[in-house]
């Protein structure tokens, strides 16, 4: 990841690839995957088989090609490509809330993070990029096989230097007392937040942050009714993301007969474009146009803010 560490442990876009790095293999928008590059395997997708060998040397974003002729890109794992090809193993926050998430809790080098709910790491490695180098984030998981494999995927992806994964059930005994008065923000994920609520509060700096992420509005409304005793400036967002799909189109021109005006666009059929491989499309016969996605992804969670109240 891109991260201002250790030039021998980081992963940049100016690094060159060497055994042992993860790389996001990118086919199209919708098709990648994270993997380890080792000198004698091979990556074999529809475009044909390409070797790790043939990685090693070349820079992050470099077009590599198969015994076939396809193509790939390898890409660092940077924390938004990672939410994409993580592995589930719960319900995960996508870019849309993490980069709010982030904004709203006024997140910057430095600061110290307290998360409740590591589950896949998918926020925590965003979270983790933002605070880095000087900050950190403490995550808390009360399942311990899913914190154990949290801390694997944080070492595959650069941020370990960063992130803390602790065992924990943070709903039924709190924030550890080690960090009281020191959290600059709080992020909860949790299916009763408002029990984790009275701890974030004794754990947050004055005028720190907490968000909740809850997917159902009756969590929100519980949880919101516990932080009106300390916290204020509560709000509640729901984030939707409409996508656009573009595509290019092949338009057959032709005379126009009756109304029609000479040039008009008489038929159009879709051009059916194959990433990976070495056609061309004339662009003096195509179009392109966008549609809205059919199938755009609809209500992920509710994301609830409040500020810790100063003392007077």
Request: include cysteine.
């Amino acid at each position: 990841m891109m991260l201002p560490t250790d030039p021998t442990k980081k992963i940049s876009f100016t690094r060159c690839i060497k055994e042992g790095d993860l790389v996001i293999v990118y086919e199209r928008h919708d098709c990648m995957k994270a993997v380890k590059v080792c000198q004698n395997s091979a990556f074999q997708n529809r475009f044909g088989a390409f070797k790790h060998s043939d990685w090693i040397g070349k820079p992050f974003g470099s077009m590599v090609f198969s015994n076939k002729g396809g193509f790939v890109y390898l890409l660092a794992p940077t924390p938004e490509l990672w939410t994409l090809v993580l592995s589930h193993r719960t319900q995960i926050l996508y870019i849309a809330d993490i980069s709010f998430v982030i904004m709203y809790l006024e997140l910057v080098p430095g600061c110290l993070v307290l998360e409740s709910g590591t589950g896949s790491g998918s926020l925590t490695t965003s979270l983790a990029r933002a605070v880095a180098p000087t900050g950190h984030v403490y995550t808390f998981d009360f399942h311990e096989q899913r914190a154990a494999s949290a801390r694997e995927d944080f070492e595959r992806t650069g941020v370990s230097s960063f992130v803390t994964v602790g065992v924990r059930d943070i709903q039924g005994q709190g924030f550890p007392d080690e960090f009281s008065g020191l959290a600059d923000s709080i992020f909860l994920d949790l299916p009763q937040p408002w029990l984790a609520i009275p701890s974030a509060k004794k754990m947050l700096k004055q005028d720190g942050i907490l968000c909740s992420f809850s997917p159902c509005i009756e969590q929100v409304q519980r949880s919101c009714e516990s932080l009106r005793l300390n916290f204020t400036d509560i709000r509640t967002f729901e984030i939707l993301l409409r996508t656009y799909e573009i595509r290019q189109w092949r338009a057959d021109c032709g005379q126009g007969t009756g109304g029609g005006s000479a040039g008009s666009i008489r038929h159009k059929r879709k051009q059916h474009l194959i990433e990976g491989s070495g056609e061309q499309e004339n662009p003096n016969n195509s179009i392109v146009m966008a549609r809205p996605n059919g199938e755009a992804r609809g209500h992920t969670g509710y994301l609830t803010f409040a500020r810790l109240k100063c003392l007077s």
